[in-house]
Structure formats: structure tokens, C-alpha cells
């Protein structure tokens, strides 16, 4: 990392100087040294590809996503915030987040704009922490609303589909519906999602509340990148299931356990952990991504992982905690490696600013840096002429990672552009930490 300390006065022209002078430095940099602490989730793994029952990464390397659910976005709106998504990237450690978008019971068809706007805060505050977000129909009858899928998946691809950090769950839980007809509507909403977007992953339900994956596997969908929905709860799906399962994963089929309770279906029954421990070896066994339902507080059960009264901007102690929330809390901080994080055990030495993700951009990257201790900074677009775009953050941070997205507009609120831009990090004391981008449009 170059460290510049020169005066933030200096001349236009001493400016450009340096900027050019930087941006050599730093690209050399960036090839010679990558340091997996600096990065996060989706900077180390980025797109993802689904292929003979394993989650490759961007480096050909197989991955496991895990992370949590939130509840259903009518009955638990408050937990759709960024704040929460923070916390439990930092906390929890999950490098996945699920939005839960409720189509019926008052959800996306009563109330459609209303919906959406709490699942885009959810994908916006996934993609600033860098983490992946699955953008979940959460409906039982999507084979009746096909047309509101498609024009919903449609909007969500135009506007975020470049990024790597979406993935789409395109059917929650088909109930009594035949495999038929569920990928029927599966093959058409796919089709429409591929025309925009035909590289992010695409989670498949399967019929019976995503249970029967092994029908699914005897004619599954002829497109790319496809992952197949299995959902359980410990307690009640047990040994057929799990056979299921395994009869999927036999004939090639990715599977990714969108959703999981660790008691009973109904939530009301004590965690069974020897079916956890069947269901985890499995999945551990067979490389299965999973999130945990759900961050929630009210739903008067014992799989909910919050205690009534539990603050939705996350900053939960354990006591706040249900019994399932601690032992999943404990599952994915075991299980996830530590990329996105800094705890109070490894907090960096000095300042450190990472290079902007995405890198090239259009319209939004996220930058991100690391104080060792409580320092006034100063965060400072400018171009290559040494002009001033625009201040981003200035203020008194705490220890630990931070964050701060740019959407590619100046100081006036007017796109920018494309180009070669530099982000300035600089502190009260007088040092400044500089870094190259790229918008391209």
C-alpha cells in the first residue's frame, strides 16, 4: 500500500504528477501482493458458477455459502435494514444474506412498491458490505403470478445483474405442485432473467416446500448456473429426505438449502441437534450452501433466532439470542472464514484502504479501509486533472472496517464521466492513502 503525506494543498499540476505516478505504483502493487484479510466475500470469490453439484468460485476454487434468511418482509419489516446486514456479516460472520419478499398475505401483490423497496435496501446494503444476497419469491403459488415474477426479476437484473453478489431464488416453496408445471414456470422466468443477466445464479424450488429435489433431478432445466432449492427443519424431515437429497446430488444436481430450521416445522419444539448433525454432515460432505430461517423476534416459537424485544438495527448480545439463534451464530462463525470482519483480536496495525469493488464500475463501487484505532478522516474523490469530484465521508470513525459507497455523480449530484478516478483517504494528522479507479459506462 503507498502512503503519500504531502500537503492536501498541493498544485494542480503537482497533483496530476502523482496521481499518474500512484496509479503506476498501485497497479504494480495490486499484482505482486493480494492479502485474503483485505478483501471481502465477494472480492475473494466473486461470480459464481453451479456446476455437477459443487459451487465454483471465480478462481475455480469450490465454495460454501452460509448465512441467514430474514422473515417474511410483511410480518418483520424492521429487520430490513442495512444496519442489520452489517451486523450480521460482522457478528455472525455470514457471507450470504436471504430477502425473504412475501408475495401473498399482504406482501408484493397488495403492496408492490412498498415490497420491493425493502428487498433493493437489502441487495444495496449486501452489495456495501460485500457479501452475496439472494433475492428470494417468497410464494407457495408462484405458478399463478408468472407474470409478476417475470416483470419483478426482470427490474432486478436490469438494475443489479451486473454485480456478482446477486443471487435469484426465483420460487420459495412449491406446495402440492407437480415438478411439471413448477418447471414450466421455472423454464419461463429463467428465459426472461438469462435475456439480461446470463451469468448470476438462479435457485430453483422443487415441489413439496422444496423437499422432493430428487424429482426434480430426474428432468432438471436446460439452463446454466442453476442451483435446486432443498429445504428442511431438523426435527421433522429426517432419513427419506435426506435420502432425497443425496439422490440429487448423485445425478449432478447443486443444491442450496435456502432455508433451514433447526426445531420442528411449526418452530415450537426444542432444537434437535441430532438431525442438525445429520443434515450439517451432508451438507458439509456434499459442499451445500445454506442460510438459517430466520431473523426474527415474534414469531412465538422456539426457531426463531431473536428474543422478543430484540433491537432490528442488529448490536444483539447473546442474550438477546434464542437458544437456535446461538448455535447457528456458532455454526457460521466456526464455519466461515473470517474475510469480512475485524474483531477486537485483529484489528489492523495502521490505516489501510482497499482497492474499490467493483473495479471498473457502473454506476456504483464500494470503498472500503481499516483503522487501527479512532481517527478523524476524510474520504475524497478526485479526477485526473486534480480536480476535486466529490467528499464522501468526513467525520470521527471508531476502530475497525468501514465502508463507503460512490455512485459515480459529483459534489452537484450530476453523473461523472467515464474515466480514471482516485479515492484519497486522508486523516487529521496529515497522511493520505490513495487509490485508483475505473468508471466505465
Not at 436490469?158 to 418447471?183: A, F, M, Q
Amino acid at each position: 500500500m503507498s502512503k503519500f503525506h504531502s500537503a492536501v494543498t498541493s498544485t494542480p499540476g503537482s497533483i496530476i504528477v502523482r496521481l499518474i505516478v500512484e496509479a503506476l505504483v498501485l497497479i504494480l502493487l495490486e499484482t505482486s501482493r493480494a492479502q485474503p484479510n483485505d478483501i471481502t466475500a465477494v472480492q475473494q470469490h466473486g461470480a459464481l458458477t453451479a456446476t455437477a453439484g459443487r459451487l465454483i468460485d471465480q478462481n475455480g476454487n469450490q465454495v460454501v455459502l452460509r448465512g441467514m434468511s430474514l422473515f417474511w418482509s410483511q410480518w418483520e419489516p424492521e429487520f430490513y435494514n442495512a444496519n442489520c446486514v452489517r451486523w450480521l456479516r460482522d457478528d455472525w460472520n455470514c457471507n450470504v444474506v436471504r430477502a425473504a419478499m412475501a408475495f401473498e398475505d399482504g406482501g408484493y401483490l397488495t403492496n408492490p412498491s412498498v415490497e420491493k423497496a425493502k428487498v433493493k435496501t437489502i441487495i444495496d446494503a449486501c452489495i456495501d458490505v460485500g457479501i452475496y444476497v439472494i433475492v428470494d419469491w417468497h410464494d407457495h403459488h408462484a405458478e399463478q403470478h408468472q407474470a409478476q415474477a417475470i416483470a419483478f426479476f426482470e427490474e432486478i437484473a436490469r438494475e443489479y445483474g451486473h454485480l456478482s453478489n446477486i443471487i435469484y431464488e426465483i420460487y420459495n416453496e412449491p406446495e402440492t405442485t407437480s415438478w411439471s408445471t413448477v418447471r414450466a414456470y421455472s423454464d419461463a422466468v429463467i428465459r426472461r432473467i438469462r435475456a439480461i443477466d446470463p451469468d448470476n445464479m438462479i435457485i430453483v424450488g422443487t415441489p413439496w416446500w422444496s423437499q422432493d429435489v430428487d424429482v426434480a433431478s430426474e428432468n432438471p432445466l436446460p439452463h446454466n448456473n442453476l442451483a435446486y432449492a432443498v429445504h428442511f427443519y431438523a426435527a421433522t424431515h429426517k432419513d427419506e429426505h435426506r435420502d432425497k437429497a443425496q439422490i440429487a446430488l448423485d445425478r449432478g444436481l447443486t443444491l442450496f438449502a435456502s432455508e433451514f430450521g433447526t426445531t420442528d416445522y411449526l418452530g415450537t419444539g426444542p432444537i434437535d441437534h441430532a438431525g442438525l448433525s445429520a443434515w450439517f454432515n451432508l451438507m458439509e460432505n456434499n459442499g451445500v450452501s445454506w442460510c438459517n430461517w430466520a431473523v426474527a423476534d415474534n414469531l412465538g416459537g422456539t426457531s426463531a433466532a431473536l428474543k422478543a424485544g430484540a433491537s432490528p438495527e442488529g448490536g444483539w448480545p447473546t442474550s438477546m439470542l434464542t437458544a437456535s439463534g446461538n448455535w447457528v451464530r456458532e455454526k457460521l462463525r466456526a464455519s466461515n472464514s473470517q474475510i469480512t470482519a475485524v474483531t477486537s483480536n485483529e484489528l489492523p496495525h495502521d490505516i489501510m484502504l482497499y482497492q474499490n469493488y467493483p473495479n471498473p464500475f457502473n454506476p456504483r463501487t464500494l470503498i472500503s479501509f481499516e483503522l487501527s484505532k479512532e481517527t478523524t478522516v476524510k474520504v475524497v474523490i478526485h479526477n485526473l486533472l486534480g480536480q476535486q469530484v466529490t467528499t464522501l465521508l468526513t467525520g470521527t470513525l471508531s476502530a475497525g472496517n468501514h465502508s463507503v459507497p460512490w455512485n459515480g455523480k459529483d459534489a452537484s449530484g450530476n453523473r461523472v464521466p467515464s474515466g480514471m478516478y482516485a479515492y484519497r483517504l486522508s486523516t487529521a494528522d496529515g497522511r493520505t492513502y490513495t487509490r485508483m479507479m475505473v468508471l466505465m459506462k
